[in-house]
């Protein structure tokens, strides 16, 4: 299995940046498809971005698209998440997931086996 710890949360003005880290350890990284879901206080857990185990397929929640990249270095096992534009309603708890490749990808939270603790994102106005 596949052990995911978050870095690079921290309060932020709206129309600033950041760039949130998923290092990864264990078996294998380079073959686990890779995601970002977020939390806000009160809500349940949304998805944000998605990628492929070969970095070939991608995908963005509607609210995301055009302000946050999600990418991915094999080599240091470590998973991106570029983020630009930021909102207050982008404050969340952002947690990176891993999935085996072959066995799912997708949007939901179940389409994932492992989860980070997560970090906090703080976007004020």
């Known amino acids: 299995q596949v052990q995911l710890v978050e870095s690079g949360g921290t309060s932020v003005q709206a129309g600033g940046s950041l760039r949130l880290s998923c290092a990864a350890s264990?078996?294998?990284?380079?073959?686990?498809?890779m995601a970002w879901f977020r939390q806000a206080p009160g809500k349940e857990r949304e998805f944000v971005a998605a990628?492929?185990?070969?970095?070939?397929?991608?995908y963005y929640a509607d609210s995301v698209k055009g302000r946050f990249i999600i990418s991915r270095d094999n080599a240091n096992d470590t998973v991106y998440l570029q983020m630009i534009g930021l909102k207050p309603e982008d404050t969340a708890v952002y947690s990176c997931?891993?999935?085996?490749?072959?066995?799912?990808?997708?949007?939901?939270?179940?389409?994932?086996?492992?989860w980070g603790q997560g970090t906090q994102v703080t976007v004020s106005s």
């Open positions: 997931a891993a999935q085996p490749a072959g066995q799912g990808f997708g949007i939901r939270i179940t389409d994932y086996s492992y």
């Open positions: 264990g078996r294998t990284y380079s073959f686990y498809n």
């Open positions: 990628l492929l185990w070969n970095g070939h397929g991608l």
